[in-house]
């Protein structure tokens, strides 16, 4: 992926020296046609380009940002509700994520979701306990979970 990246760079570099425009817009042009090109030769390279996981978070972003509104909305109505029938849950996550910093992108995204806290991650990484101020059915936000962050960090990590 760092090849990709650099060898974008160099053709967007070199774009620029042979059409003679030294500015912004000349760089800019070259990038996407280099850009372009690099789709075009994607079949040439091991691995997934990187324009692909950089989609990826900029997905992952997006779904944060929604999964935050519609948080915070939750949240809200069960503050001003008149009468408190919310049921608060402890529950154990089982992960699919195995590398440190997916496990702490999926525990920070929990966490900063209002809500939702992380308690503890287990020693072998496999487990996390998570305090939820209302969950009526535990499965269900186990599911939520799993489909939304864990799925878009593996799309983000992994082929």
């Known amino acids: 992926m760092a090849f990709q990246i650099l060898l974008n760079f160099s053709l967007a570099f070199l774009w620029m020296f042979l059409s003679a425009n030294f500015t912004t817009n000349g760089f800019l042009i070259g990038y996407i046609l280099a850009a372009v090109s690099l789709v075009i030769m994607r079949r040439f390279f091991t691995g997934r380009l990187y324009l692909e996981s950089i ?49 702490t992108l999926l525990s920070s995204l929990i966490t900063l979701t209002p809500g939702t806290v992380v308690v503890h991650i287990s020693d072998d990484n496999k487990y996390l306990f998570i305090h939820a101020i209302d969950a009526a059915d535990v499965d269900e936000t186990i599911e939520s979970i799993r489909n939304s962050f864990e799925k878009a960090i593996l799309e983000v990590s992994r082929a």
């Open 55 to 103: 989609w990826s978070v900029i997905k992952l972003i997006f779904l944060f940002l929604k999964e935050l509104i519609l948080a915070n909305i939750a949240v809200l109505k069960v503050v001003l509700k008149p009468k408190l029938d919310m049921q608060p849950a402890f529950f154990k996550y089982e992960t699919a994520l195995t590398q440190e910093w997916e496990i």
